[in-house]
């Protein structure tokens, strides 16, 4: 996307482009350990991800079956708030899941 900024120099016209970038963005990792239950994960990905009830289901099992699996994908700030919050809830719930973020 770029935006034009028209200036008049000299009675003259001229116009600058300035390019805006997208924020990059990052994927939120659920990582599998012995101890978090499918029930917790699955709450985790609803509560904080706002996944529907099938989707949650998926990422838990590809998380359960491959070690970790995508709880979504967003910018920086975001991500980490979300990662914070996990970490949050499976501290108050007694569990050790582990959450980090990954450049796309």
């Known amino acids: 996307m770029a935006i034009a900024d028209n200036d008049v120099k ?3 016209a001229t116009e600058h482009r300035r390019e805006v970038k997208e924020p990059p963005m990052f994927k939120v990792l659920l990582h599998n350990d012995d ?5 917790f994960v699955i709450m985790i990905l609803e509560a904080v991800f706002h996944k529907r009830a099938e989707d949650a289901t998926k990422i838990m099992l590809n998380v359960h079956q491959k070690g970790v699996g ?6 920086r700030d975001m991500a980490e708030t979300k990662i914070a919050l996990v970490h949050d809830l499976a501290r108050q719930h007694e569990y050790p899941l582990k959450c980090s973020l990954e450049q796309m």
């Open 10 to 12: 000299g009675g003259v």
């Open 35 to 39: 101890y978090t239950t499918m029930d």
């Open 70 to 75: 995508v709880a979504g994908v967003y910018t």
